[in-house]
């Protein structure tokens, strides 16, 4: 089964970023970037998202890969990773 990905505006920062979009039991598709991912994990889990993709903000040519190593302490129940600013705009 293939789930639906819903790119949330503004970088996922603010209950109105992800209220603006009907995100439930979808991946949410967020940039890198405004608030920690601690911040938009909580954000994800709250509006009750399946997983969480933060892809980086290609704003330099070390900002092109995902970061690495990059470990949530928030203990939340939906998996989150990190992809590439390419990926991310594909």
């Not at 990905?5 to 439930?24: E, K, R, Y």
């Not at 509006?47 to 980086?56: D, P, S, T």
């Amino acid at each position: 089964d293939y789930v639906r990905v819903v790119h949330i505006p503004n970088f996922g920062c603010l209950d109105a970023d992800w209220a603006s979009a009907s995100v439930a039991n979808l991946v949410a598709l967020v940039g890198r970037g405004n608030c920690t991912y601690i911040e938009k994990s909580a954000l994800a889990e709250k509006y009750q998202v399946q997983g969480l993709l933060i892809y980086n903000d290609g704003l330099g040519s070390d900002r092109i890969a995902p970061l690495q190593n990059v470990r949530n302490s928030l203990d939340t129940n939906i998996p989150a990773f990190f992809i590439s600013y390419t990926l991310g705009m594909q």
